[in-house]
T-cell receptor, first 114, second 110 residues
Framework: EAEVAQSPRYKITEKSQAVAFWCDPISGHATLYWYRQILGQGPELLVQ????????DSQLPKDRFSAERLKGVDSTLKIQPAELGDSAMYLC????????????FGAGTRLSVL | GESVGLHLPTLSVQEGDNSIINCAYS??????FIWYKQESGKGPQFIID?????DKRQGQRVTVLLNKTVKHLSLQIAATQPGDSAVYFC?????????FGQGTELSVKP
């Protein structure tokens, strides 16, 4: 069964350092999402791509976060510099299209900022 | 428009019993509803969905009921098993993006 791949699974960094997360969606899925999930809360959408274009980044803290999906396939989410409050699970999801198409999630990257 | 599902935070059931997870929503324009399950340390997983022209939909061991009059859904899990222990989210959709609320954490007692 096809899966969304994410790496690394765990990342520990010190504040002010740069971190990057990678996501490979299910083959053929045009829409890719990055979510942040703080412990005890539901995932919050950070950015949504349709192919290589950003369609929603309204909740992305653009002073320190950036996301790209250059060839419309895999994607990278970067944080620079990391802050203590960035400690969370970062989840990637993909779907065939947007709207009500089912989103398939990866296992996530657990980030700890010390 | 965007809407979020409102849940009781926790539910504890005995293994083998049926579980009922309730969800309220506020936006009457919501016309599609999705349930996700998230096990500890994993990403959310799609369980079942229902459109507003239906009031019941059944899957494998799960049934979702929709009452549009009072803006309420429930997810019923038959013969609850330890592997059902997870956080369950209902996501109402009426356009725009899907929004995860806090969900209900289901604990299954042996």
């Amino acid at each position: 069964e096809a899966e969304v791949a994410q790496s690394p699974r765990y990342k520990i960094t010190e504040k002010s350092q740069a971190v990057a997360f990678w996501c490979d969606p299910i083959s053929g899925h045009a829409t890719l999402y990055w979510y942040r999930q703080i412990l005890g809360q539901g995932p919050e959408l950070l950015v949504q791509f349709q192919d290589e274009s950003v369609v929603d980044d309204s909740q992305l803290p653009k002073d320190r976060f950036s996301a790209e999906r250059l060839k419309g396939v895999d994607s990278t989410l970067k944080i620079q510099p990391a802050e203590l409050g960035d400690s969370a699970m970062y989840l990637c999801a993909s779907s065939l299209g947007a709207g009500t198409d089912i989103q398939y999630f990866g296992a996530g990257t657990r980030l700890s900022v010390l | 428009g965007e809407s979020v599902g409102l849940h009781l935070p926790t539910l504890s059931v005995q293994e083998g019993d049926n579980s009922i997870i309730n969800c309220a929503y506020s936006n009457s324009a919501s016309d599609y509803f999705i349930w996700y399950k998230q096990e500890s340390g994993k990403g959310p997983q799609f369980i079942i969905d229902i459109r507003s022209n239906m009031d019941k939909r059944q899957g494998q061991r799960v049934t979702v009921l929709l009452n549009k009059t009072v803006k309420h859904l429930s997810l019923q899990i038959a013969a609850t098993q330890p592997g059902d222990s997870a956080v369950y989210f209902c996501l109402p959709w009426g356009g725009g993006k899907l929004i995860f609320g806090q969900g209900t954490e289901l604990s299954v007692k042996p």
